[in-house]
């Protein structure tokens, strides 16, 4: 880490603050471990599932379905706009896919067994598929990253082959047919749980709910770090590509209001809304976390100002987790039970999520990401 | 044969020998109590506690009525915890109790969310931990014994059985008092039918039995998502490969040019 920070830029204070977060991660990690989950976290048998699973698993996948989606567009529906973010937004899903692995590592009693779904088979569970899903999806995302990376260490032939079509449309088709599996999978955990989950967001609809709002939230998220990175790397973006994504965004989001909507209406469950409690938490996601940041996506699909954007995109990213851990939590309510999470969960969280953006930035600067036609060190001011 | 217990709480006279004798069996950790004002003690089921008696107080005709409800894994039928479990830990088996494999536990705690009664607890002190909750005594019932605490129960409140006798025998029951009775069986169709039946004569919610739980059987919500997996792969990746093939058609070049 040190030789790094003297060869290239990667010192800066935002860079040098998250790498405190993961040295934090370290010790808070060694205290998980050695004293078991009851110490070092907040988690009971009244709330068994916390922070982690809320923020690192459920949000975290859906946040890291940019790379599905892009890459879809790319090499399935050849939209050739999108190629110059198509390898930064691979870079993200992988990242984020490791690093939901890493979480769940810490989340489970036992770590060391994290392994026994892939041989222990119990296909009528649907965190069984979750989790053979999100492995070999994890396969394809590195197989789709080691394009770039066979570039950077010379291997030619190798890299020709790892980024021809025929490698990265057949990827493409199986990242979007994995991704649809476990990203509504991922709502469908929650399907065994109508006594217990409220009814503005349990419905066997459920799974494509997750699915859209996924879609959306992928899109949000390589519309951000695209904005990010380009003012980070002084490197100046498309704004067609900022426009498409606002769009793509913004007409998800109109989907999926329309679909969550429609389903509640369908089964006369209007008046929940406005039962106060979860009926307030329900109006607040739908008001301020898909309606506005439409609205304002919409207004400036045409918008050349790349900044326009950030404010509704990032509404859209804070939804995709506040809708996550409302369905988290209001499955897991009882009266008289609150949760939040220890010092150990939340320096696991953030050091998870200090180590995305170390671990973005270090493969940005090393390997042939950002712009296609130009090698690397073009960007290395 | 299917096994299952009938609950008679008009006969149960609040003893807690059943608990004892249930920590006793499972050799589960004595953990010191204090005296909470409620005769229930420990207040809640735990990884140490697979049993307990809630003592509840209501009133009944203008007369105050106290009630011994006992909690214990209700063995459903078609457990939701099992359906759950990534790894086939938890499994239903051909006499009835809902089983525990730690070997195969990875920990991931989706048993406990899913269970609508919200029965596996977890030991959350250990650095080992495993899923704890009553197993009906399975080692017994397969030697052609009586689950501990039935064994135990000094008023046959407790009644162990095949599960059609258990039914039949509490619809007997009802017919004969139904003035003495609430006429329901609770856990007959509950959760999709559960091997614990419970008989009381206080309404079964004021016994804080959970409302709301659908008598349809829970893995039959993620059973149709599951089984159509297939289809939906076989569907996505040829609309994918048609959708690819149509929009690429001329775009030979690759990722570099």
């Not at chain 1, 939804?319 to 939040?340: C, D, E, H, M, P």
Request: net charge positive; aromatic share 12%; with cysteine.
């Amino acid at each position: 880490m040190k030789k790094d920070n003297k060869n290239t830029n990667i010192n800066s204070p935002w860079i040098m603050m998250a790498l405190v977060l993961v040295v934090a991660l370290v010790f808070a990690a060694i205290y998980r471990f050695y004293s078991g989950l009851g110490a070092a976290t907040n988690l009971s048998d009244d709330t068994p599932w916390g922070l982690w699973i809320g923020v690192d698993v459920l949000a975290g996948v859906a946040l890291a379905a940019g790379g599905f989606a892009i890459a879809g567009a790319v090499y399935i529906f050849n939209l050739p706009k999108y190629k110059p973010i198509a390898r930064a937004a691979v870079l993200t899903g992988f990242v984020g896919y490791v690093v939901v692995s890493i979480s769940l590592f810490f989340d489970i009693g036992k770590p060391l067994s994290l392994w026994h779904p892939l041989i222990m088979w119990q296909p009528h569970s649907i965190m069984f598929e979750v989790t053979w899903c999100v492995v070999l999806y994890t396969i394809v995302l590195a197989l789709e990253f080691s394009g770039p990376y066979f570039e950077s260490i010379g291997a030619r032939k190798t890299a020709a082959i790892m980024t021809g079509r025929p490698v990265l449309v057949p990827l493409a088709i199986a990242g979007v047919t994995l991704s649809f599996l476990h990203q509504s999978s991922l709502g469908a955990l929650f399907l065994l749980m109508p006594g217990k989950l409220h009814h503005l967001w349990w419905t066997t609809m459920l799974p494509y709910n997750f699915f859209i709002s996924a879609i959306a939230a992928g899109l949000a998220m390589v519309s951000f770090e695209s904005i990010i990175a380009a003012k980070a790397f002084h490197h100046r973006l498309n704004p067609e590509i900022l426009q498409g994504l606002a769009k793509g965004t913004a007409i998800t989001l109109l989907v999926y209001f329309i679909f969550r909507m429609g389903d509640i209406l369908v089964k006369g469950n209007i008046s929940l809304m406005f039962d106060g409690g979860a009926g307030t938490l329900f109006l607040i996601e739908m008001i301020f976390f898909v309606l506005i940041p439409m609205l304002m996506l919409f207004k400036n699909t045409r918008s050349t100002n790349g900044m326009v954007v950030v404010m509704p995109q990032v509404l859209v990213l804070l939804g995709v987790v506040f809708n996550r851990l409302n369905i988290l939590f209001l499955a897991q309510y009882k009266q008289g039970v609150s949760y939040y999470p220890s010092i150990v969960e939340m320096a696991i969280t953030l050091g998870l999520i200090a180590s995305i953006i170390v671990a973005y930035k270090v493969a940005i600067i090393k390997l042939p990401i950002m712009a296609l036609k130009k090698p690397y060190t073009s960007f290395d001011n | 044969m299917e096994k299952a217990v009938l609950v008679d709480m008009t006969r149960c006279i609040g003893c807690r020998a059943c608990q004892v004798a249930c920590k006793e069996w499972n050799e589960r950790k004595v953990v010191q109590t204090t005296f909470k004002g409620d005769f229930t003690n420990p207040l809640k089921l735990s990884s140490d506690c697979y049993t307990n008696i809630r003592f509840v107080e209501t009133e009944k005709n203008g007369r105050p009525v106290w009630s011994f409800v006992k909690d214990q894994c209700l063995h459903c039928r078609y457990p939701a915890c099992a359906a759950a479990c990534p790894v086939g830990a938890l499994t239903k088996t051909d006499k009835g109790p809902v089983v525990y494999n730690y070997d195969k536990c990875i920990g991931c705690r989706y048993c406990m969310i899913a269970c609508p009664f919200d029965i596996p607890k977890y030991e959350w002190d250990s650095t080992r931990p495993w899923v704890q909750k009553c197993s009906f005594c399975s080692e017994r019932i397969k030697d052609g014994m009586l689950p501990a605490c039935v064994k135990t129960c000094p008023t046959t409140a407790l009644c162990f059985d095949d599960y059609d006798k258990v039914v039949a025998e509490a619809e007997s029951r009802l017919k004969k008092y139904p003035q003495k009775y609430v006429q329901h069986i609770w856990g007959h169709h509950e959760a999709g039918g559960t091997n614990w039946l419970y008989l009381s004569d206080v309404d079964f919610e004021q016994l804080g039995f959970k409302s709301g739980v659908s008598d349809v059987s829970l893995p039959d919500y993620t059973w149709p998502p599951l089984s159509s997996i297939p289809a939906k792969v076989a569907g996505i990746v040829t609309l994918m490969s048609a959708i690819a093939w149509f929009r690429g058609r001329g775009s030979q070049e690759n990722d570099k040019s």
